[in-house]
Structure formats: C-alpha cells, structure tokens
C-alpha cells in the first residue's frame, strides 16, 4: 500500500499547472504550481503549506505544537504545518492544497 504522501501526491498529480519536486529548502518534496513553490514536505506525514493568514484564520487552522522545524513561527504567517495521519486527513490536505494553488 502507498504511503499517505503517495496517495496525496497521486491525487494532486491530474491539477494541471501542478509539479512536485526536490525541495532545495527543505530537503524532500516540494510542491510547485506553474513554477511556483507553495509548500513542501517535511516528512511522509506532515506538509508545510503556504495558505494566506486570511485563509489560516478563516478556517480556524492553527499552528501543530511541539512543531520540531519551526518551533517559534508567527502565529501570523501566511505558513502553516500541517500533519496527517490517516487517509481522511490525508484528503483534507488535498483540499488544503487546492485553497492554496487557489491563492497564487
């Protein structure tokens, strides 16, 4: 059986203008729409995506605690991580990444 992130990426792969890549950053997979980066992943569990801090507030998302790689990020920033675990989560991300690509 695929990982999460396999099935996510799978799901992204038919968005057209879509691309996942070596991040440069963040040393695995990045996401990129038309050339640009909007998120990456930090493992097979957890992505951090850029959403807009109105689209962040809007649905009530807030910063995972105890966050390993940016322990001190603003509560504010248009970046947010976010974890999955199951394959319900893992479709949430999805939508989540199409607000995003929605916000370029």
């Known amino acids: 059986m695929a990982s999460l992130k396999h099935q996510l ?3 992204l792969a038919t968005i ?4 996942a890549q070596p991040s440069k950053v963040a040393g695995g997979t990045a996401l990129f729409f038309r050339g640009k980066e909007f998120a990456h992943f930090h493992n097979d569990q957890e992505i951090d995506l850029r959403l807009t801090r109105k689209v962040i507030k809007s649905l009530g998302l807030s910063h995972p605690p105890r966050s390993q790689l940016h322990p001190t990020r603003s509560a504010s920033s248009q970046w947010i991580e976010v974890r999955f675990n199951t394959e319900a989560e ?3 991300v999805a ?3 199409k607000l995003a690509i929605a916000q370029l």
């Open 90 to 92: 893992a479709m949430r």
């Open 95 to 97: 939508e989540l990444v």
């Open 9 to 11: 990426l799978a799901s």
């Open 16 to 19: 057209e203008g879509f691309e």
